[in-house]
């Protein structure tokens, strides 16, 4: 069973829509989770992070915590074709001092205009 | 406020051969973890750094290999390259068990 699991999409909304995007992980010690937006051929990018269950809010995104159902969402609100992208969700590993993210393999959003 | 920092941007390599990417941490920070991310994948750790010391280890061979420096920037080292290895390899910074921040990564092509 992968560590963290990503539906790796397109995922495609129209502009204007609320995209969803899910990640289930395996490790039910975690306890802190990461959004990244990675565009082609670029580095990833931090959206958000989450640590306690339920909703953070950051202006257009979402971040939804279920640590019972070891889920974690990110909403997009008014979807933009710049959204357009591959968000990739990590789990963070602790170790001690040290820490590490696991990723899923990233879900593709398409936003059509 | 500079952010983490990667040399080369790109790189074309021959199998066999041995490659050394670069990485300047964003300011403040002291943890130098490194990442690989084939194509359509999600970043795989390799390794951590602090206090100039390898603090964890992913799932990769000896051949690669890291440094830290007093600075606290690093050095990621790959002997005996295979196509296998053609990845971007990113560079990431943070303070011990912080948020995760990084570079733009180095694209590294094995022909």
């Known amino acids: 069973q992968k560590e963290v699991e990503q539906n790796s999409g397109p995922l495609s909304v129209p502009e204007g829509a609320i995209a969803s995007l899910n990640c289930t992980y395996s490790?039910?010690?975690?306890?802190?989770f990461f959004w990244y937006r990675q565009y082609s051929g670029k580095s990833p990018e931090l959206i958000m992070f989450?640590?306690?269950?339920g909703d953070k809010e950051d202006g257009r995104f979402t971040a939804q915590l279920n640590k019972a159902s070891q889920y974690v969402s990110l909403l997009i609100r008014d979807s933009q074709p710049s959204d357009s992208a591959t968000y990739l969700c990590?789990?963070?590993?602790?170790?001690?001092?040290?820490?590490?993210?696991?990723f899923g393999t990233g879900t593709l959003l398409a936003v059509q205009p | 406020d500079a952010g983490v920092t990667q040399s080369p941007t790109h790189l074309i390599k021959t199998r066999g051969q041995q490659v050394t990417l670069r990485c300047s941490p964003k300011?403040?920070?002291?943890?130098v973890s490194w990442y690989q991310q084939a194509l359509g994948q999600g970043p795989q750790f390799i390794f951590q750094?602090?206090?100039?010391?390898?603090?964890q280890r992913g799932n990769f061979p000896d051949r690669f290999s890291g440094h830290q420096f007093p600075n606290y920037s690093s050095e990621l080292n790959v002997n005996a390259l295979l196509l296998g290895d053609s990845a971007l390899y990113l560079c990431?910074?943070?303070?011990?068990?912080?948020?995760?921040?990084f570079g733009e990564g180095s694209w590294l092509t094995v022909v």
């Open positions: 300011s403040g920070h002291d943890t």
């Open positions: 490790d039910r010690g975690s306890q802190s």
């Open positions: 750094y602090y206090e100039e010391e390898e603090r």
């Open positions: 990431a910074s943070s303070l011990p068990g912080g948020t995760i921040y």
């Open positions: 990590a789990v963070n590993i602790e170790s001690g001092a040290t820490n590490k993210l696991i």
């Open positions: 989450i640590y306690s269950n």
